[in-house]
């Protein structure tokens, strides 16, 4: 009888997921390459959230399925982040000499002229949170409430979080136009 049940339940799980998948897939993947700037990273983050929002079906109701996803998503890029600066530290202090600077790919280059390179590098000025909250915002539309679920935080934060950050970005474009 349990068989059953299972067989079941992981048929809604595939039917759920892959209905999310269709609508929310390249969404999500966007949303990851704004945090990483590396196309494979931000399809393999996610993939993650989606393997996650499989194995959590049972828990997610179908509404809430993509502030799961984006959640996921934001937790990953997080996680890379700082797995990345583990990994520069390290290969820094085993490098002798100046550092080489990395050349950017053509990709790179025409993401960054389309999406304007100057506020990209303004927005990796900003403290981790504001940056995250502008991000979700602006590039993804998400609301207030959104964000916050997809942060973990309360509404009031992401609106101090945003208005800190706008304020500082208005001030660096002012002082450097």
């Not at 299972?6 to 759920?16: E, F, N, S, V």
């Not at 990345?84 to 993401?111: C, F, M, N, T, W």
């Not at 509404?155 to 002012?174: C, D, F, I, N, Q």
Request: glycine content about 6%; hydrophobic content about 45%; charged content about 25%.
């Amino acid at each position: 009888m349990g068989f059953g049940r299972d067989a079941a339940a992981r048929a809604a799980a595939d039917d759920g997921v892959s209905s999310l998948y269709a609508v929310h897939w390249a969404p999500m993947v966007r949303l990851a390459w704004l945090f990483v700037h590396d196309d494979l990273l931000a399809e393999e983050i996610a993939q993650e959230a989606f393997v996650s929002l499989h194995r959590k079906w049972h828990e997610v109701t179908g509404a809430s399925g993509a502030a799961y996803l984006r959640q996921c998503v934001v937790n990953g890029a997080r996680s890379a982040l700082r797995h990345h600066k583990v990994e520069q530290r390290y290969l820094d202090s085993i490098r002798p000499g100046p550092r080489r600077l990395a050349v950017a790919s053509a990709e790179d280059e025409a993401v960054a002229a389309v999406a304007s390179a100057d506020m990209f590098e303004r927005l990796q000025g900003l403290p981790t949170r504001q940056r995250e909250v502008l991000v979700l915002r602006y590039y993804l539309d998400l609301s207030e409430a959104q964000i916050a679920d997809a942060l973990g935080i309360a509404p009031g934060s992401v609106k101090a979080h945003a208005h800190r950050g706008l304020a500082a970005l208005r001030t660096e474009m002012e002082a450097r136009p």
